[in-house]
C-alpha cells in the first residue's frame, strides 16, 4: 500500500477526532462483542496512569488541605486536618508568601508568553524555510533538533557556564571581542537573571516547535500556493492567508501544549540557580518546590499547586473552546 | 509476518526487562540481622573517594563484629530529599549521615532514635565529645537524635607573600583591622586601570555561606538570630550591623571583586585564591583545593572579631560546623546501628576518618595523634572549643538559612551591581525573611 | 511555496541564523570537553590553547559512568517501549471506537499535564512504598518503579498525538482488512501500524527523551546500583570543586545516544508525520 493514498493528514494530526465520527464503521452485527474491547485497549494505559498521575495527583491535593511538615511528616496519615488554612495563608494578600505567589504567578505568565513567542517564531521560520528541498536540508533538520534532544541538563549547564559573569563566553563576546558593552552584567543574578532563563528556556524548546510545525507544513499542497502566487500575492501574504489558517487545528494544540509544559518550567531555573532562584526571576514551579522541598512545608505547597491545577484547567478551557472548532476539542 | 514478529519482539524485551527489573534491586532498610545499611554523604573530592575512605573503616568494623554494612553514598544535591523520602514512608537506611545544621529539624520529625541512657552510653557518653560539637545534635534541653561525627570550622586563610609585600606583620584580628588590610590589599597590579587583586573573596551565591555569616557577625555584634522561644529576631540591631559589614566588603568597602557575587562555593574561593586575585578568605576546609592548584603560600589565623579580646557569644568566630550521625527509628537492627556509630566515632576511626576527609575529630581524644598536632589544626581545634556555637538550635533552621541566606545574596548581588546598600536596605531585607519564616510551617 | 530570488537570500540569512544559535552551546560544550581544568577555570577562550583528551578518559572514573550507563538504558528503553505500545492502544481506541468515558479518560490525562511535576514526587514514593509493603515488589531503589514512572510520563502526550494521527488514516484501509476476516485488533496490528510507524517513531523518541535526561524522580528512586546518567551528571559537579571539563566531556558522552538515535530516526519522523506529503 502506498503512502499516496492517504489524504492531507495535517489538520487532523494533532487533534483527535470526534468520536462520533468513528461510529459509522462498526457492523451492527458485532456491537455486543465489541464493548470489551476498548476498554482493554485503555485498560493497560489507565492503570498506569492512575497509578503514577491520578492517584499522587490526588494525595497531593488531598495534602493540601492538612499540615504536612517535619512535624508531621513521619506519620502523614494522621497529619492535622486543617481545611482551607493552607489556602487562606497562600492567597491572603497581606501573607508575604501570597505576596511571592503573586509575583511568581505574574512572573510566569510573562515568561511563558515571551518564550513560547520565541521559540514558536524560530520554529516557525526553520519549519518554512526547511519545507522546500535543498541540498543540506537533512543535516541542517538534524542540527536544528539537537538543542531538544540534548538532557535538559546538559543544555542548561552550558548556558550556565557561558552566562559566568568573569569568565563565561557571552560576556567575552560582549564585552571583550565585540566591545558593545563596557562593563560585565551579570546574568544569573539581579535583573538579567529573568533574560537568563528565557534565553536558555526558548533555546530548549523551539526545536519542538520547529517540530511539529514542519510535519504540519508538508501537507500543504503546493497548487494552493500556485495559485495564489499566480494571482499576485506576496510570499508574506500567502504566509498570511494560506499557510497560518490551513495549520490552525495542529498550531493551536502546539501552542497549548507548550504554554502548559514551559509555565510549569521547572528544571531550566534549578539547575542555573539552585534551590533559590533571584527574586526577579522566580517562576512558580521553583517557588512550589523551594516551600515543600527546602521548607517541608508540603500543606502550603501542596495549597499552591491546587491553585495552579485550577488555575491552568480554566484557561485551557477557555483557550479550547475558543481557538478549537467546535468538535474537534475532544482533548 | 513483519508487524507480528515486531511486535512480538518488542513485548519480548519488554517482559525481559521485567525481568531484569526485578531482580535488579537494591534493598532497603534491612531488618536482616547480619546487615545494615548506611548512607554517607559526600566529604571527599569525588564520591568514589569517600566510598574508598569509608570501606575501609568499614571493613574493620565487620571483621570485629560480623555485620555486614551496606554502603550508599549520597551527593549533597540529593541526601536531603531521600532523608525526606525515608522519613515520610518509613523506608530508609539504618545509620545515617546529616549535615549537623539539619539535626534539630529531623529531631522534630520523631524519626530518629535519641541518644540517651543505653544508646547514649554506647557511644561513650557526652563527655568524651568535643562539646561545642556535641551541642548541634539536638535541641537544648532535649536528648540529642544525633551525635557528631566530623568537625569543621571557619577560618581566615591569607596569602602569605601578599601580606608581606604590603609590609602587614600579622594577620588582623579585629574587623576594623581586616577592613583595613584588605583595603591596602586591594590595587590595581599591573597598571591598566583594572584592580585586579582584591584584598578578600567570597562565595556570595552559597546560601549557606552568607547565613554562616550573618550568624557569627550578628553574635558578634551582641545579637542573636532567634529569640528564647525560637522566634526569629532577625532584626536585631547586631544582626543588621553584622550583615551590612559583609555586604560592605563589596559595596562601600570595595575590597571583593563584584564577580564574587556569582560564585557558588569554596572551589571558586580556593581558585581566585590560588589565582592570586584575592589576599584574604573565609573558609572551613580549603586545603584540599589549595594542594590541587599546588598553591602554598597562605597560612590560617582565627576569624576576626570586633575587639581582639572577645569572648563569650561576642567571641564567636565560626558556627560548629561538621557532619553528624543518626540511627533511623524504624530501623530493623538498632543494636547494629549503634554499634557502628560507636565505631565510627572511637577514637581511632576519629583519627582515620578525620585525617581522611581534612576534617577534624569530634571526640578530644583523637587530637592526640600527631597528624591533628600542626598549628593550622591545632586553630581550628582552639576554634572549635572555645569560639565557636551552633547554629540556632531549631527545627525551623533550614528555613532560616535558606531565606536569609537569600536575602544576602541579593543584597550582595545589589551591592555588586554598583547599587549602594544603606542600613535600611538590609534592615528591610531581613524583615521580609522573617516574615516569610513565620507564616510557614 | 514557490521561491522567489528574495526567498532564497531570506532563507540562507534565516538558516544562518538559526544556525549559528543551536551551534554557539554546542560549541561551547564541544572545546570545554577537550581542555585542561586549569584552562576551562579562568576566562573562557574560543580557541583552545591545548587540547587533550583526557577529561574523556577521567570520566569513567571520577564517577562509575559506565555503570550508570547501563542503568540509563535499561531503564529508558524499557519504558519506551512499554509506553509507546500501551499508547498506541489506548490512541487506537481513542481514536476508532466509542465508548464509555471516552472523553473523560482524555480530560483527565490532560489535566495531568497542569498539576507541578515536582508535586508527583512525594505521594508516587508513599504510594511505591505501600505497594511495596503489601505485595512485595520492590519499587523503590529498582529499576521497576523508575520503568514504571517514566512510561506513564510520557503518556499523555503519547496517547493525545497518536490519537489524532490514527484518525487522520482513512477507515477504509481497516475495513478492508476487517472484511478479511482479521477482526479490529488484527486490522490494529496489519494495517494501523505500519502505516503509522513514523507517528509512533515519533512518540516513541520523545518519550525516549524525556525519560533520559530525567533528574528528579531519578534522585529519589535510585539506589547506589539502580543510579542513572542524569544523577551522574551531577556527581561532576561535588561540593568541592567542579570539574567543568569532566562535566562536558560527560555531557557529550550522556548526550551521545539520544543524539545518535535521533538521527537515524528523524528521516521517518518527518515523512511520516507529514503523511503525503507533496514535494
Known amino acids: 500500500m502506498t503512502v499516496n493514498v492517504l489524504p492531507p493528514a495535517s489538520a487532523e494530526q494533532q487533534t ?17 462483542k465489541r464493548s470489551l474491547l476498548p476498554y482493554a485497549l485503555v485498560a493497560p494505559a489507565a492503570i498506569a496512569e492512575l497509578l503514577v498521575h491520578i492517584v499522587p495527583m490526588i494525595l497531593g491535593v488531598y495534602i493540601a488541605f492538612i499540615t504536612l511538615n517535619q512535624l508531621s511528616i513521619a506519620n502523614w496519615v494522621a497529619a492535622p486536618f486543617v481545611g482551607l488554612q493552607n489556602f487562606v495563608t497562600t492567597l491572603d494578600p497581606s501573607s508575604p508568601i501570597a505576596g511571592q505567589l503573586y509575583g511568581a504567578l505574574g512572573r510566569t505568565v510573562l515568561f511563558t508568553v515571551i518564550v513560547v513567542a520565541i521559540a514558536w517564531s524560530m520554529g516557525m521560520l526553520g519549519a518554512v524555510l526547511l519545507t522546500s528541498s535543498f541540498k543540506g536540508r537533512g543535516i541542517l533538520r538534524t542540527l536544528f533538533l539537537v538543542p531538544y534532544a540534548l538532557p535538559s541538563y546538559v543544555g542548561t549547564i552550558a548556558w550556565a557556564f557561558m552566562f559566568n559573569q568573569r569568565d563565561g563566553a557571552i560576556n567575552r563576546f560582549l564585552v571583550d571581542d565585540l566591545g558593545i558593552l563596557s562593563e560585565r552584567p551579570f546574568w544569573l543574578l539581579g535583573g538579567n537573571s529573568f533574560w537568563a532563563i528565557v534565553i536558555v528556556t526558548a533555546w530548549q524548546f523551539w526545536p519542538f516547535a520547529f517540530l511539529m510545525l514542519l510535519a504540519a507544513l508538508q501537507n500543504i499542497p503546493n497548487d494552493v500556493y500556485e495559485a495564489a502566487a499566480l494571482d499576485g500575492a506576496s510570499l508574506w501574504k500567502q504566509f498570511l492567508q494560506i499557510t497560518l489558517p490551513m495549520i490552525k487545528p495542529a498550531n493551536a494544540v502546539l501552542l497549548l501544549i507548550m504554554s502548559l509544559w514551559i509555565f510549569n518550567q521547572f528544571n531550566v531555573p534549578y539547575v542555573l540557580f539552585g534551590p533559590a532562584s533571584p527574586e526577579q526571576a522566580t517562576l512558580i514551579s521553583p517557588l512550589i518546590y523551594q516551600q515543600s522541598f527546602n521548607n517541608w512545608n508540603f500543606g502550603l505547597g501542596g495549597a499552591m499547586s491546587v491553585m495552579l491545577l485550577v488555575v491552568l484547567l480554566i484557561a485551557s478551557a477557555f483557550y479550547i473552546r475558543m481557538v478549537l472548532p467546535k468538535g474537534q476539542h475532544d482533548d | 509476518m513483519n508487524t507480528k514478529f515486531r511486535w512480538v519482539a518488542a513485548l519480548a524485551v519488554g517482559a525481559v526487562a521485567a525481568g531484569s527489573m526485578t531482580a535488579c534491586s537494591a534493598s532497603g532498610g534491612s531488618g536482616d540481622d547480619q546487615t545494615i545499611t548506611y548512607w554517607a554523604s559526600n566529604q571527599a573530592p569525588t564520591v568514589e573517594r569517600d566510598a574508598e575512605v569509608l570501606q575501609e573503616s568499614i571493613d574493620r568494623y565487620t571483621e570485629e563484629t ?20 525515608a522519613v515520610s514512608s518509613g523506608e530508609g537506611p539504618d545509620v545515617l549521615n546529616i549535615g549537623n545544621t539539619w539535626a534539630v529539624s529531623l529531631q522534630s520529625s520523631g524519626a530518629f532514635v535519641p541518644f540517651e541512657g543505653d544508646a547514649l552510653e554506647k557511644v561513650g557518653g557526652q563527655d568524651r565529645f568535643v562539646q561545642s560539637s556535641f551541642a548541634t545534635g539536638g535541641a537544648e534541653g532535649q536528648a540529642p537524635t544525633s551525635v557528631p561525627l566530623y568537625g569543621l570550622a571557619y577560618s581566615l586563610y591569607y596569602n602569605t607573600a601578599m601580606f608581606e609585600e604590603a609590609g602587614i606583620t600579622e594577620p588582623p584580628a579585629t574587623w576594623e583591622e581586616f577592613v583595613e588590610d584588605a583595603k591596602a590589599l586591594t590595587k590595581d597590579t599591573d597598571g591598566d586601570g583594572e584592580i585586579d587583586q582584591w584584598g578578600v573573596t567570597m562565595a556570595g551565591s552559597s546560601i549557606s555561606n552568607n547565613a554562616h555569616q550573618a550568624f557569627v557577625r550578628g553574635l558578634q555584634n551582641g545579637s542573636e538570630l532567634y529569640d528564647e522561644d525560637g522566634n526569629p529576631t532577625f532584626t536585631e540591631d547586631g544582626i543588621v550591623t553584622g550583615v551590612k559589614q559583609w555586604v560592605d566588603l563589596i559595596g562601600e568597602d570595595g575590597v571583593v571583586s563584584p564577580s564574587d557575587a556569582e560564585s557558588v562555593n569554596g572551589s571558586d574561593m580556593a581558585a581566585t585564591f590560588a589565582e ?80 581522611s576527609f581534612s576534617a577534624l575529630p569530634v571526640v578530644t581524644a583523637a587530637y592526640d595523634d600527631p597528624a591533628f598536632q600542626t598549628e593550622a589544626i591545632q586553630l581550628k581545634q582552639v576554634t572549635l572549643e572555645d569560639h565557636a556555637q551552633p547554629m540556632p538550635l531549631f527545627p525551623s533552621e533550614g528555613q532560616m538559612e535558606t531565606l536569609v541566606g537569600t536575602a544576602i545574596k541579593d543584597l550582595l548581588a545589589q551591592a555588586a551591581q554598583g547599587n549602594e546598600v544603606t542600613e535600611d536596605d538590609v534592615r528591610s531585607a531581613l524583615d521580609s525573611a522573617a516574615s516569610q519564616m513565620n507564616s510557614a510551617g | 511555496m514557490i521561491e522567489t530570488r528574495g526567498f532564497k537570500v531570506f532563507r540562507f540569512f534565516g538558516l544562518a541564523f538559526l544556525s549559528f544559535v543551536v551551534l554557539v552551546p554546542l560549541y561551547v560544550v564541544l572545546t570545554t570537553s577537550i581542555k585542561p581544568l586549569a584552562d576551562v577555570q579562568g576566562l573562557f577562550q574560543w580557541i583552545p590553547s591545548r587540547v587533550t583528551l583526557e577529561p574523556y578518559v577521567q570520566i569513567w572514573q571520577t564517577v562509575p559512568l559506565a555503570q550508570y550507563f547501563r542503568n540509563s538504558l535499561v531503564i529508558t528503553t524499557s519504558a519506551t517501549v512499554l509506553s509507546v505500545a500501551m499508547a498506541v492502544l489506548a490512541a487506537y481506541a481513542l481514536a476508532r471506537l466509542r465508548f464509555r468515558g471516552q472523553r473523560s479518560f482524555s480530560l483527565v490525562v490532560l489535566s495531568t499535564q497542569m498539576f507541578p511535576g515536582i508535586l508527583f514526587l512525594l505521594p508516587l514514593f508513599l504510594i511505591f512504598v505501600q505497594i511495596q509493603r503489601t505485595i512485595g515488589v520492590q519499587l523503590t531503589g529498582s529499576y521497576l518503579g523508575l520503568v514504571i514512572t517514566y512510561m506513564t510520563f510520557s503518556l499523555p502526550f503519547s496517547i493525545w498525538m497518536l490519537t489524532g494521527y490514527f484518525a487522520s488514516i482513512p477507515q477504509e484501509l481497516e475495513e478492508a482488512s476487517m472484511i478479511d476476516g482479521t477482526g479490529r ?81 528523524q528521516k521517518h519522523l518527518i515523512t511520516g508525520l507529514s503523511s503525503g506529503a507533496v514535494k
Open chain 2, 66 to 85: 560480623g555485620v555486614e554494612v551496606e554502603l550508599e553514598v549520597i551527593p549533597w544535591s540529593d541526601l536531603y530529599n531521600r532523608i525526606l523520602t
Open chain 2, 276 to 355: 592570586g586575585r584575592a589576599a584574604m578568605f573565609f573558609d572551613q576546609a580549603p586545603g584540599d583545593n589549595l594542594r590541587q592548584r599546588d598553591f602554598t603560600d597562605y597560612a590560617a589565623a582565627p576569624v576576626p572579631m570586633e575587639t581582639a579580646d572577645a569572648s563569650g557569644l561576642e567571641g564567636t568566630q565560626s558556627h560548629v560546623a561538621g557532619i553528624n550521625i543518626s540511627v533511623f527509628e524504624n530501623s530493623g537492627n538498632k543494636d547494629a546501628a549503634l554499634d557502628f556509630v560507636a565505631h565510627l566515632t572511637s577514637d581511632d576511626e576519629q583519627q582515620y576518618l578525620a585525617e
Open chain 3, 185 to 265: 485488533l488484527g486490522a490494529l496490528f496489519r494495517v494501523i501500524i505500519p502505516v503509522a510507524k513514523p507517528g509512533i517513531i515519533a512518540v516513541a523518541v520523545y518519550a525516549f527523551i524525556t525519560a533520559w535526561g530525567e533528574v528528579l524522580f531519578a534522585s529519589v528512586l535510585t539506589s547506589k546500583d539502580t543510579r542513572t546518567l542524569s544523577i551522574g551528571l551531577r556527581a561532576y559537579a561535588s561540593q568541592q570543586d567542579v570539574y567543568w571539563n569532566q562535566l562536558m566531556a560527560a555531557s557529550v558522552v550522556v548526550s551521545l545516544p539520544v543524539l545518535i538515535g535521533f538521527m537515524l530516526v
Open chain 1, 16 to 32: 483527535p477526532p470526534d468520536p462520533h465520527q468513528a461510529a459509522p464503521l462498526q457492523p451492527a452485527a458485532r456491537k455486543k
